[in-house]
C-alpha cells in the first residue's frame, strides 16, 4: 500500500495548491451542480425508489461520456509520471485507481449512491447493509469505465480510422441524451420513464447495486451475492484492461508521415491555406472533433424520426456548422507554440489562410447534407439556405476572431502526452468558450433567418449578405489583433501567463484573476444560457411560426395561445441575458493607481514613484 498512499499524497498536495483562480471556480461551480443532482437521486430512492436503476445508469454514462467531452478527464497524475520507477502495470494502475477516488467527483458520486443506503433503509436491516459494498463497488466500477474509456480513445484517437470511429460514436451518443425526450415517446411514454428503461437498465453494471439491495430485501441470498460478485469481477477485469492500455498508452505510435505530397505552394497566403488544409486532414485530434460536429448535426436532426417527425432533418446541416465552429473555437491555442512562423512570415495573411481552410472543410459537406436531406423532406428551402450560408460566413469569422482575443495556452501538438484529448490544462475555459461560440455562431444567422420568415427568398440574399460580413469584418478584427498583439499571444502561448492590462483601458481579465463568486456566475451563464436561447426560444419560435403540432418539452407551447410568443421572446431575451452577463463581468475597467493621502498612494515625486505606481497596476 506504500505507493498507493503515496499517490493518494501527491493527488491531495496538487489539488491543495491548485485551488485557486479558474479552476477553483470551476470545481465550485460543479461541485454546486452536482450536489444538487446527487440530492435529486437520493429524493427518487425515497419516491420513485423503481426509476433508481435508471438514473444511476445516467451517472454511468456521465462518468463515460463527461471526461471524453471535458479534454480527457481527470490528469492530475499522469502514467508518465511513474515510467522511471519500474512499477508493473497492474500495480501502477492500481495506485493510480487508489488516487482517482480523491477530487469533488467522485465524493459527489458517493453522495448519490447513498441513495442505494436510502433504498435498502427502507427495505430492513439486511438490505441496508448489503447497500454499504454495493455503493462501494458501484463506485469503483464508475470511476474504472471512465479511465478504460478514456484510454480507449486516447488509442483510437492514434489512427485516422479509430478517429473517425471515435467521433462518430461520441456525436451518436451525445445527439441522443440531448434528445432524450424523442426516445422516451418512441418507447409510447411521453411522461415519465417507459418500464422498458428500467427493466433494461437493471441489467446494466450501474443497476447491480440495486438488485443485491433488493435481493437481500426478499431474503434470496443467491442472487444478492450474484450481483456483488458480479460487481467485483467486473471491477477486477476493468483494472487488467486498464493496467494493459497503460502500457500501450506509452508505446502507442503516432501515425505515419511517409508517401504525402509536400506543399507546392507560390506565395505565403498559399502555404498558409496549403498548411491549414493539411493540418484539418492529418490532426487526427481535428478529425475526431469535425467527425464529431458532423456525427452530432445528424443524429441530433434525425433522432425526431422515431415519433415520425422529420421537420428537423433538414437542419442537420446548420447543426453541425455551429458544433464544428463551437469545437475549433480555440484554432490558435490548440496549434501551440507554431504561431511564430506566422508572425516571421512577412506577407501573410495567416487570418485569411485559416479562414478559407475552415471553410472549405466545413462548407461542402454542410451543403450536401443539407441539400440531400432538405429534398427528401422538401425543404423549407428558403429558410434554410440563408440560415446556412450565414452560419457559414458567421463561422468562418467568430473562429480566428475569437481564438485571437480568448486564446487559452495549449499543448504543441509534438508535445501532447499519451492522452491526445488533453490538448490544454484549462479545460474549463476551453468549455466556456465552447458554449461562448455556439451561442454567437447561431445568432450570426438570426437576421436571415427572420427576413426568411417575412420575405422567403429574399432572406437567402440577406443570409449571403450576412455571412459575407461576418467574413469579412471579423476577418479583419482578427488579423488586426493578431498583427498588433503577435508577440503578446505567442508569450501567452509560451508561458501560459497573459499579460496584465494597461491602466484606463477596458480589456477582458484572465478568469482566474476575477473573484470567486464572479467566476461562479459567469460558469453559470454560460453554461445555462443555452437553454432558453436555443430550445425554449429559437428552436419553440420556429415550431410556432411553421405551425408544427409537435410540442415535446417546449415550455411555451404548453401555455395558452395569447402567451406562447411572449414566452418565446423572453425566453431568447434570457439567454441573450445570460451570455451577455457572463460576457461583461469577464470585462473590467483597468484604473491607474493613484490614492492620495494614503500610506503607499502618490509618491510626490519621489525617485522610484512612477516604477512603483507601475509595478503596483501590474500586480
Not at 97 to 116: E, Q
Not at 203 to 220: I, N, Q
Not at 221 to 236: F, K, T
Not at 488 to 514: I, N, Q, W, Y
Request: aromatic share 8%; net charge positive; charged share 10%.
Amino acid at each position: 500500500m506504500a505507493v498507493e498512499l503515496t499517490m493518494v499524497n501527491m493527488k491531495v498536495a496538487v489539488l491543495r495548491h491548485s485551488m485557486t483562480g479558474q479552476r477553483a471556480g470551476f470545481v465550485v461551480m460543479g461541485a454546486l451542480v452536482g450536489l444538487v443532482l446527487a440530492a435529486g437521486t437520493i429524493f427518487t430512492a425515497l419516491s420513485w425508489p423503481d426509476l433508481l436503476p435508471a438514473v444511476y445508469a445516467v451517472w454511468m454514462l456521465g462518468w463515460i461520456f463527461g471526461p471524453v467531452f471535458a479534454g480527457g478527464g481527470d490528469e492530475t497524475l499522469r502514467p508518465e509520471y511513474f515510467t522511471l520507477l519500474g512499477l508493473r502495470p497492474r500495480r501502477l494502475a492500481t495506485g493510480l485507481l487508489v488516487a482517482a477516488f480523491v477530487g469533488v467527483a467522485p465524493v459527489i458520486s458517493l453522495l448519490a449512491l447513498t441513495g442505494l443506503t436510502v433504498f435498502g433503509v427502507r427495505q430492513g436491516v439486511a438490505a441496508a447493509l448489503v447497500s454499504i459494498p454495493a455503493l462501494l463497488l458501484q463506485l469503483t466500477v464508475f470511476v474504472l469505465l471512465s479511465r478504460v474509456a478514456v484510454a480507449l480513445l486516447g488509442l483510437a484517437l492514434r489512427s485516422r480510422v479509430g478517429a473517425v470511429g471515435a467521433g462518430l460514436t461520441n456525436g451518436l451518443i451525445l445527439a441522443f441524451l440531448g434528445q432524450i425526450w424523442v426516445v422516451f415517446m418512441a418507447l409510447g411514454q411521453t411522461a415519465g420513464i417507459p418500464p422498458v428503461v428500467t427493466t433494461a437498465a437493471r441489467y446494466l453494471p450501474s443497476g447491480w447495486g440495486t438488485v443485491a439491495v433488493e435481493a437481500a430485501a426478499s431474503a434470496d441470498w443467491s442472487r444478492a451475492l450474484a450481483a456483488l460478485g458480479g460487481m467485483a469481477l467486473l471491477v477486477v477485469l476493468l483494472l487488467a484492461a486498464w493496467a494493459a492500455l497503460l502500457t500501450r498508452r506509452a508505446g502507442a505510435s503516432r501515425a505515419a508521415t511517409r508517401g504525402r505530397r509536400p506543399i507546392r505552394a507560390t506565395t505565403a497566403s498559399g502555404a498558409v491555406l496549403a498548411k491549414e488544409l493539411r493540418t484539418w486532414s492529418r490532426d487526427l485530434v481535428r478529425t475526431h472533433q469535425l467527425t464529431f460536429a458532423l456525427a452530432y448535426g445528424v443524429c441530433f436532426a434525425a433522432a425526431p424520426l422515431l415519433v415520425g417527425w422529420t421537420g428537423m432533418l433538414p437542419w442537420a446541416g446548420p447543426v453541425f456548422v455551429v458544433m464544428a465552429a463551437a469545437m475549433s473555437a480555440n484554432l490558435y491555442g490548440t496549434d501551440g507554440t507554431a504561431l511564430w512562423l506566422a508572425l516571421m512570415t512577412p506577407g501573410a495573411s495567416d487570418v485569411r489562410g485559416r479562414q478559407h481552410a475552415w471553410l472549405l472543410t466545413v462548407a461542402p459537406v454542410a451543403l450536401v447534407v443539407t441539400v440531400s436531406l432538405a429534398a427528401v423532406t422538401g425543404g423549407p428551402w428558403p429558410m434554410l439556405l440563408a440560415v446556412l450560408l450565414a452560419l457559414l460566413g458567421g463561422g468562418a469569422g467568430l473562429v480566428p476572431l475569437v481564438s485571437v482575443y480568448g486564446l487559452i495556452p495549449g499543448t504543441d501538438p509534438h508535445r501532447r502526452g499519451g492522452n491526445p484529448l488533453r490538448s490544454t490544462e484549462e479545460d474549463g475555459a476551453v468549455t466556456g468558450m465552447v458554449y461562448a461560440v455556439l451561442a454567437l455562431t447561431a445568432l450570426t444567422a438570426a437576421p436571415a433567418a427572420i427576413a426568411a420568415g417575412f420575405l422567403g427568398w429574399a432572406g437567402v440574399a440577406v443570409g449571403i449578405l450576412t455571412g459575407a460580413l461576418c467574413y469579412w469584418g471579423f476577418g479583419l478584427l482578427a488579423e488586426r489583433r493578431l498583427l498588433e498583439k503577435g508577440p503578446e499571444l505567442l508569450d501567452t502561448m509560451r508561458t501560459g501567463r497573459r499579460p496584465a492590462p494597461k491602466p484606463g483601458t477596458v480589456s477582458r481579465l484572465p478568469f482566474e484573476s476575477l473573484p470567486r463568486h464572479k467566476q461562479i456566475i459567469i460558469g453559470f451563464c454560460f453554461t445555462v444560457g443555452a437553454i432558453p436561447l436555443f430550445p425554449q426560444g429559437l428552436l419553440a419560435g420556429y415550431l410556432k411560426a411553421s405551425e408544427s403540432p409537435t410540442r415535446a418539452w417546449f415550455l411555451a407551447l404548453y401555455l395558452p395561445p395569447w402567451l406562447q410568443w411572449p414566452t418565446i421572446v423572453f425566453m431568447v431575451l434570457l439567454g441573450v441575458g445570460l451570455y451577455t452577463t457572463g460576457v461583461v463581468l469577464s470585462y473590467r475597467r483597468k484604473e491607474s493607481p493613484t490614492v492620495s493621502g494614503e500610506p503607499g498612494g502618490e509618491l510626490g515625486g519621489e525617485p522610484g514613484g512612477e516604477l512603483s505606481s507601475e509595478l503596483s497596476g501590474e500586480r
